[in-house]
């Protein structure tokens, strides 16, 4: 046997399951980073002065989009438009209720007894909701959902709103601030 000639035969390299490799993958990533941001809508939001980094948020936190045009924006749906409802907020109520129906249903959601004055009890939700509202939104539409959150039958008690550190359309961003 003439190992010089076994050595010196041209050996081919399969690429093609590298390849499958490779473009499973990058399936695998862009499914997830798109069911990360699936609440999100692309907006741009106002400016903060003093901000608070959000950096443990709270995966059970429903997150509500404000749009330009007034529109209310949940989990991909619009629950609440201006043009169709003119005043009529109803259907931010029933939004409202509807997440909490659900979050509790699913347990995503806690409920915690408060005593109000006047000795009212309420069971409110213990986890936050997150407002994300259009820079130019007329605020009077984030004020209604805060209000409808405040009522007892909803009774979402920790609201967040989603402000930016940096300014989308300008490219102005905050002065750093010194730690005291």
């Not at 608070?52 to 529109?71: H, M």
């Not at 659900?102 to 009212?120: S, V």
Request: net charge negative.
């Amino acid at each position: 046997m003439n190992i010089r000639k076994m050595v010196q035969t041209p050996v081919e390299m399969d690429m093609t399951p590298m390849i499958d490799c490779v473009f499973l993958l990058m399936i695998f990533f862009v499914l997830v980073i798109d069911l990360s941001q699936k609440n999100l809508e692309d907006l741009v939001l106002p400016r903060a002065v003093f901000q608070q980094a959000d950096d443990q948020p709270s995966e059970n936190r429903p997150i509500i989009n404000v749009l330009q045009n007034g529109a209310v924006v949940y989990n991909r749906l619009v629950a609440y438009d201006p043009a169709v409802h003119q005043q009529n907020y109803a259907p931010i109520k029933e939004l409202l209720l509807s997440i909490r129906k659900t979050g509790l249903a699913d347990d995503r959601l806690h409920l915690k007894a408060e005593t109000l004055p006047g000795g009212t009890i309420v069971q409110r939700i213990d986890e936050p909701i997150l407002i994300r509202a259009d820079k130019w939104t007329e605020w009077h539409l984030v004020g209604e959902i805060m209000r409808q959150c405040s009522q007892p039958d909803i009774a979402f008690w920790k609201v967040e709103l989603a402000l930016s550190e940096k300014d989308k359309e300008t490219g102005e961003k905050n002065p750093e601030r010194s730690p005291k």
